[in-house]
Nanobody, 118 residues
Framework: QVQLVESGGGLVQPGGSLRLSCRTS????????MGWWRQAPGKELELVGV??????????DYADSLKDRVSISRDDAEKTMFLQMTGLTPEDTAVYYC?????????WGQGTQVTVSS
């Protein structure tokens, strides 16, 4: 059974940074491509970035609008994935989720709310 638990969100001022975490279970974490997703109020779900494993290396790919400000990493031993975000703007306000990518599993976590506001 897939379980995804996101954490680390909160209220941050414009220009600030956050590091989100995603604990997983029920996923072959070291093999399955994983991603961070977000959904802003009134907008569709958006894929923020993806991390894939090839051999013993991780490869990442990010949405063009975010690639200069986000970074995905993961800890295989803890089955945890991270999203580091910098230079946050109000447009980054959203609920952030982790899941497989680009084809998510049917089960989603509760997400973690990120609010960027002064």
């Amino acid at each position: 059974q897939v379980q995804l638990v996101e954490s680390g969100g909160g209220l941050v001022q414009p220009g600030g940074s956050l590091r989100l975490s995603c604990r997983t279970s029920g996923i072959v974490f070291s093999i399955d491509p994983m991603g961070w997703w977000r959904q802003a109020p009134g907008k569709e779900l958006e894929l923020v970035g993806v991390v894939t494993r090839s051999g013993d290396k991780d490869y990442t790919d990010y949405a063009d609008s975010l690639k200069d400000r986000v970074s995905i990493s993961r800890d295989d031993a803890e089955k945890t994935m991270f999203l580091q975000m910098t230079g946050l703007t109000p447009e980054d306000t959203a609920v952030y989720y982790c899941n497989k990518a680009p084809y998510p599993a049917s089960t989603w976590g509760q997400g973690t709310q990120v609010t960027v506001s002064s």
